[in-house]
């Protein structure tokens, strides 16, 4: 199972930016993904989750309102759409599968990480 994220970069406090991450090796409709970040000496932490046909979607309290998940079962690709960015929100963001059916917002249920993508909010 490979996982493959794209799409960060540097943008502006207040700005928008869409990351992707496309899956390989498994049958990608039938699980829940989650995107994760980890900042700079900080604990990995849970953003985002959505089962497997994208019916329910779950955040953090952090980021409700601004955040987007969602997925494509005929790309293999899950998206977070970020809306009204803060710098708070830099860190190094990983999607994740391999928990199973639900939602689960603790890294350690996850079997499978791709390998980030790092996102930069200036203010």
């Known amino acids: 199972v490979q996982l493959q994220a794209s799409g960060g970069g540097l943008v502006q406090a207040g700005g928008s930016l869409r990351i992707s991450c496309v899956v390989s090796?498994?049958?990608?409709?039938?699980?829940?993904m989650g995107w994760f970040r980890q900042a700079p000496g900080k604990e990995r932490e849970f953003v985002a989750g959505?089962?497997?046909?994208?019916?329910?979607?779950y955040y953090s309290d952090s980021v409700k309102g601004r955040f987007t998940i969602s997925r494509d079962n005929a790309k293999n690709t899950l998206y977070l759409q970020m809306n009204s960015l803060k710098p708070e929100d830099t860190a190094d963001y990983y999607c994740?599968?391999?928990?199973?059916?639900?939602?689960?917002?603790?890294?350690?249920?996850?079997?499978?990480w791709g390998q980030g993508t790092q996102v930069t909010v200036s203010s």
């Open positions: 090796g498994r049958t990608f409709s039938s699980y829940a």
């Open positions: 994740a599968t391999g928990a199973g059916w639900v939602i689960s917002t603790a890294p350690n249920d996850y079997a499978y």
């Open positions: 959505v089962v497997w046909n994208g019916a329910t979607t």
